[in-house]
C-alpha cells in the first residue's frame, strides 16, 4: 500500500503477526536437544591382536588356590590322630591294596619290606623292585598318610633296604620263574606255550 505524504509518496510495508514475533523472540536454548548414542567400547584385546575367549590361566591358578584354601580350612576343624604301630600298620595295608590292587607281583616285593614310624616321620623299607615302584609314588603316600592322620606336619620317606631273613623266606618270583618253576612239573605246559605263541619276559 502507498501513502501519499507532502514529501512525497511512502511505501509501507506489511507489519509481522503476533505468531511469528513469539517464534522469533523463542531463545535457542528452548529448542529440542538430540544427543548421539555413546559409543560402545570394543572386547580386550590381548598383545596378540585376539579376542579373549574361555578360561584363562589365570583363573585356572585362582580356583586352585580357593580350593586348597578350603581344604585347609575344613582340616583344621578335625582332630589329629595320633601315630601308633596298630593303626600305621593297617593304614599301610590299606593303601597298599590300593595301589596293587591288578600288581600283585608289586604287592608281594612291597609286603617283603616294612614300616616304622619316629615322631611325625614315617619311613618306609623296601628293596629292588618295590624301591623302583614306590618311590614314584611318595607324594601319594604323602598325602594319604596326611590324610589320615589329619596332621600336615607328617612326612614320609622310603629307604632302600634289604629285607630282613625271616621276609626272605617267601621269595617273590617273576611271571616267567613262575611258568618254568611249574613246567619242570609238568612238561607239557612248554608245549602248550610254545603251541600258543606265548612268551614270558617278566
Known amino acids: 500500500m502507498i501513502a501519499h505524504s507532502r514529501k512525497g509518496p511512502v511505501t509501507a510495508y506489511p507489519q509481522p503477526s503476533e505468531k511469528s ?43 586352585k588356590s580357593n580350593a586348597r584354601e578350603k581344604i585347609e580350612a575344613a582340616g583344621k576343624g578335625k582332630e589329629k590322630v595320633e601315630i601308633s604301630t596298630e593303626n600305621l600298620q593297617a593304614a599301610w595295608q590299606q593303601i597298599v591294596l590300593e595301589m596293587t590292587s591288578d600288581k ?5 616285593a612291597i609286603n617283603q619290606g616294612g614300616i616304622q ?3 611325625l616321620l614315617i619311613q618306609i623299607n623296601v628293596f629292588g623292585v618295590a624301591f623302583d615302584f ?9 598325602d594319604y598318610f596326611k590324610h589320615y592322620y589329619q596332621n600336615d606336619e607328617i612326612n614320609v620317606i622310603i629307604i632302600e633296604k634289604a629285607p630282613e ?19 619242570d612239573k609238568n612238561p607239557l605246559l612248554r608245549i602248550l606255550k610254545d603251541n600258543l605263541a606265548l612268551d614270558f619276559d617278566y
Open 134 to 142: 614306590l618311590k614314584n609314588l611318595r607324594l601319594k603316600l604323602l
Open 165 to 183: 631273613p625271616e621276609k626272605m623266606v617267601a621269595q617273590v618270583m617273576s611271571t616267567k620263574e613262575v611258568f618254568e618253576k611249574m613246567a
Open 104 to 108: 600283585v607281583f608289586f604287592r608281594n
Open 117 to 119: 614310624f619316629e615322631g
Open 21 to 63: 514475533a513469539q517464534t522469533a523472540a523463542t531463545p535457542l536454548s528452548a529448542a529440542p536437544v538430540v544427543t548421539a548414542p555413546a559409543a560402545t567400547k570394543p572386547a580386550p584385546v590381548p598383545a596378540t591382536g585376539k579376542p579373549v575367549y574361555g578360561v584363562t590361566l589365570g583363573s585356572i591358578k585362582g580356583l
